[in-house]
Every structure is written in C-alpha cells, then in structure tokens.
C-alpha cells in the first residue's frame, strides 16, 4: 500500500514556547516537521514537557531553513544548516543560532514522544 501525505495538512500539531512539531504518521515512520524561533533552546522550551534533562529522541534531520547548535552530553557540539543532514542521538541539548527560525525535518520517528508529556 502506498501512503501519501501532505506536510501542509499535518496529523498533529505540538506548540511549545518558542517553536512548534508538526506531525505526520504514516505506516512505519512519524515524520516531523519543527519550527524553532530565535530564542528558542531545548532546556528551556521542551525540557518541562519532556521531564528528562536532555533530549532523549534520537532525530535523523534535514535542516530546511535556520541554523541549530547541538551540544552532546559528554560536551562535544555541531552546529547545522540549511541543507544539512545531521543523525543526532539521544542525550543532547539544541537551540537556534541566529535571528531566523529554523525548520528541521526528522525522519527518524521521534516525532511520535517529542514534546509530548511523559504520560502522553
């Protein structure tokens, strides 16, 4: 079966300060669409939601438009562009770059819990 969706009608949308998660799920991949404005930084915007103290999805992305700076939790740090592709794993912090939203596409399924409460 071929499944067809469009990321201007998505499934989901997930505000948080400072950005958004758009969300489409497909058999086999929930894939997401971020928008982090200037400001923006995971520790601050995401962390209450997600309770943890780092992000803990693993994101396989595709920065559309923005810059991000990722920083490990053993310190080591990357920063990404427009198109970039980036595999990140879990336990980092991530925040914008500069005075343009970032758009990031993650095709890596963590859509499904980023920024969702842990009990949802």
Not at 82 to 109: I, K, L, R, S, T
Request: with cysteine; glycine share 12%.
């Amino acid at each position: 079966m071929i499944e067809v969706k469009s990321i201007d009608k998505p499934d989901e949308r997930r505000d948080f300060p400072m950005g958004h998660l758009e969300v489409c799920n497909l058999s086999g991949l929930t894939f997401g669409v971020a928008t982090f404005e200037p400001g923006w930084r995971w520790s601050a915007s995401v962390k209450p939601i997600a309770g943890t103290d780092l992000c803990e999805v693993h994101h396989n992305g595709f920065v559309a438009e923005g810059r991000l700076r990722i920083r490990m939790n053993d310190g080591t740090e990357a920063e990404v562009g427009p198109g970039e592709v980036f595999v990140c794993p879990p336990g980092h912090d991530a925040w914008v770059v500069g005075d343009q939203p970032a758009v990031v596409y993650d095709f890596a399924g963590g859509a499904a819990d980023y920024a969702k409460t842990k009990s949802g």
